[in-house]
């Protein structure tokens, strides 16, 4: 059973930065796709970024696009989520999320592991 668990989340004033990380055990990290969702108040969970099993492909929303930044590390098991000029908008919680397929999709209906999420919350 895989597991995954977010850190680096906290609160940090509009335009600044947070680097998420997601460290992931009791499987195959390798070969695995992975992605950043996020869900804020009253809001339906929204897909972040994600990136192929190799790393050499990488996916962002439109709404995170040139702040944020995925990226992994193989032997580490870890995948990284750099945020930078958060926005207020920006304030979710933000879970990690494995795909066997190994590709990275946007599409969370193809994630198979979930972790439990780190709050971001961005003051304006």
């Known amino acids: 059973q895989v597991q995954l668990v977010e850190s680096g989340g906290g609160l940090v004033q509009a335009g600044g930065s947070l680097r998420l990380s997601c460290a992931a055990s009791?499987?195959?990290?390798?070969?695995?796709?992975m992605g950043w969702f996020r869900q804020a108040q009253r809001k339906e969970r929204e897909f972040v970024a994600a990136i192929s099993w190799s790393g050499d492909s990488t996916y962002d929303a439109n709404s995170v696009k040139g702040r944020f930044t995925i990226s992994r590390s193989n032997p580490k098991n870890t995948v990284y989520l750099q945020m930078n000029s958060l926005k207020p908008e920006d304030t979710a919680v933000y879970y990690c999320?494995?795909?066997?397929?190994?590709?990275?999709?946007?599409?969370?209906?193809?994630?198979?592991?979930w972790g439990q999420g780190t709050q971001v919350t961005v003051s304006s």
């Open positions: 009791g499987g195959t990290f390798r070969n695995y796709g």
């Open positions: 999320a494995a795909e066997v397929g190994g590709l990275g999709t946007p599409d969370a209906s193809k994630y198979d592991y």
